[in-house]
């Protein structure tokens, strides 16, 4: 029982969380740079002063003037995407997915420099976007680049990638925990001590010194009542709501991207067609241009009346879908505030129970965290941009009926959509791994058939024509202790008077193939991978190599059975 440890981690995570603090820094860093890339160029784009403060280009004085500005910002963002690196392109999450999972966690350099510098540019001239998207893969790009000029492996290249990204995230909005559930819940795809350790440790970083670059406190701060019992039913119906429109908007957003793919163009003039139609509805309703931060918390505050919140609603989803779909550059996270919100606002008559406020509130988590596939950190993000404690209870009931509703109507998320169309599938469910739960003295061949060293060849072959089952390679002994595994078609093709210790040269390398019993069953399956061998032996350890049985690929699909069983066996268990 002393090998059998609850974790896989060893001295090496202190290297990588150590590598995580100093990419946690420069993230919260880089999201200052981005965010003042954005004030910069919104002051460009509707005042035509050089000027870092931050502003609203719902506040231009422009008139119809202010149409063109979204058409020009998507012209030249276009240009940046074709000239300079096209990862540029979309909301940054799918494309930091893609490359943890498909790529090694490799990202360039343009993309570290061009993504804030193109968001600044789309967002400044009026884009309906948030920060969020290209901090995540700003940030992420710096920890992948980080980690390509360290011997580190994929794997924990993946973590300071997504040390990086998460880093951003509470830089720019100042909820940790959020960030570090984002990381489980879409990034990392494992729930390991070697990843959720840096990036909790980056994570904290960027909260520490976020106050020196941002205000200090909530983004949002709410005061919501305790609400009455009844409430929960009528969450019930506000995570029904939630969801629909949840799978409304991302079945709409990959109509959208369709009819630009028909388009007889080349995708670098579709942000500026796309710009078109942001411009006309930013003319209608200025407010939803931009960020919209200011506009995410009069709704939360009630400050709107409640035909605005629809109109403003209405021409955000518009115009953020027409927007993300030409493929320009931006987040999700802050319109999907801003849309969830509008919708609670909206609704809030018919919901009795508890102030307009909180209806926005849960609304607004159970839009995001259905559209991204993250109840918990919808959950989580809420209250981290509110600190309305009392909310947690209708947070949890909207969210979790608001994301039940997506995974039964929906086969993909936001997310995983784009990757699913480009040939590439993203399973989204986590589980304990059916052979990390077996070890291989569980599954092993206790007496297995082998040869010794000392046998003809003659004689080999006689013994393997009585084994009850035909196996393709033997443990070769010497006196009890393995010296190797034997081909049978190695001792086919040999004289038969040559000793099986004479055709060594044929056998599998030792120190790569040997098991031992308390290696895990999964453990035991990625040694067979890397030697292309179905059928290895087991010793008691590397010094005596004293055979005490042998794995195949029959054993290692035996130890999934029960797994397999638990899925799909329906069976009543009670006493009565």
Request: with cysteine; glycine share 10%; charged share 15%.
């Amino acid at each position: 029982m002393k090998y059998k440890r609850d974790y896989t981690a060893d001295s090496r995570m202190l290297f990588i969380s150590a590598i995580a603090l100093v990419i946690g820094a420069a993230s919260t860093g880089a999201a200052w740079i981005l965010l003042k890339l954005i004030a910069f160029f919104t002051n460009l784009f509707y005042f035509q002063v050089f000027s870092l403060a931050p502003s609203s280009p719902a506040l231009h004085k422009l008139g119809w003037l202010a149409i063109g500005l979204p058409v020009l910002g998507g012209l030249i963002v276009g240009c940046m995407a074709r000239y300079g690196s096209e990862k540029i392109r979309g909301h940054g999450i799918p494309e930091a997915i893609e490359a943890i999972l498909f790529g090694k966690s490799r990202m360039s350099a343009s993309v570290a420099l061009l993504k804030p510098l193109s968001s600044g540019i789309v967002i400044g001239s009026g884009g309906p976007f948030g920060a969020e998207g290209p901090i995540i893969m700003t940030g992420g790009s710096i920890g992948s680049l980080l980690a390509q000029c360290l011997h580190v492996t994929a794997v924990e290249r993946k973590a300071l990638l997504v040390s990086g990204a998460c880093a951003g995230m509470t830089a720019i909005f100042g909820t940790p925990v959020a960030a570090v559930l984002l990381a489980v819940e879409l990034l990392l795809f494992e729930l390991k001590p070697r990843s959720l350790i840096p990036v909790t440790l980056a994570c904290a970083v960027a909260g520490f010194l976020r106050p020196l670059g941002f205000d200090a406190g909530p983004l949002f701060p709410m005061q919501i009542d305790t609400p009455g019992t009844m409430v929960l039913v009528y969450c019930m119906v506000a995570g029904l709501a939630s969801g629909l429109l949840a799978a409304t908007l991302t079945l709409a957003l990959y109509r959208v991207e369709d009819w630009f793919h028909r388009l007889p163009l080349h995708w670098m003039w579709w942000p500026a067609l796309g710009g078109v139609v942001i411009g006309i509805g930013g003319y209608l309703q200025p407010r939803a241009l931009g960020v919209g931060y200011d506009v995410i918390a009069d709704l939360l505050q009630n400050h709107l009346a409640i035909s605005a919140a629809l109109l403003l609603l209405l021409v955000k989803a518009v115009i953020w879908l027409i927007a993300l779909g030409s493929g320009t550059s931006g987040g999700v996270l802050a319109p999907l505030l801003m849309i969830g919100a509008g919708l609670g606002l909206s609704l809030s008559p018919l919901l009795p129970g508890a102030g307009p406020g909180l209806w926005a509130l849960v609304c607004m988590a159970g839009v995001l965290g259905s559209v991204l596939g993250a109840p918990l950190t919808a959950i989580v993000f809420a209250f981290g941009l509110t600190h309305a404690s009392a909310a947690l209870l209708p947070l949890m009931m909207t969210t979790a009926v608001a994301y039940g509703v997506n995974v039964l109507l929906m086969k993909r998320s936001i997310m995983t959509e784009k990757i699913a169309r480009r040939g590439l599938h993203v399973h989204r469910e986590y589980a304990v791994d059916p052979l990390e739960r077996q070890h291989v003295e569980d599954i092993m061949t206790h007496q297995p058939h082998s040869l010794d060293a000392g046998m003809s060849v003659a004689e080999a072959l006689a013994y393997c024509g009585r084994s009850a089952v035909p196996h393709r390679y033997f443990p070769l002994t010497d006196n009890g202790r393995l010296v190797g595994m034997l081909a049978l078609g190695r001792l086919q093709q040999s004289a038969l008077d040559v000793l099986c210790g004479d055709l060594l040269a044929e056998d599998v390398a030792l120190e790569d193939g040997l098991l031992l019993p308390h290696m895990t069953a999964r453990a035991c399956a990625a040694v067979m991978a890397r030697l292309q061998l179905g059928r290895l032996p087991v010793v008691d350890d590397h010094r005596r190599r004293r055979l005490v049985g042998v794995v195949s690929l029959s054993d290692l699909a035996r130890a999934g059975m029960t797994h397999a069983q638990e899925e799909s066996v329906r069976e009543k268990t009670c006493g009565f």
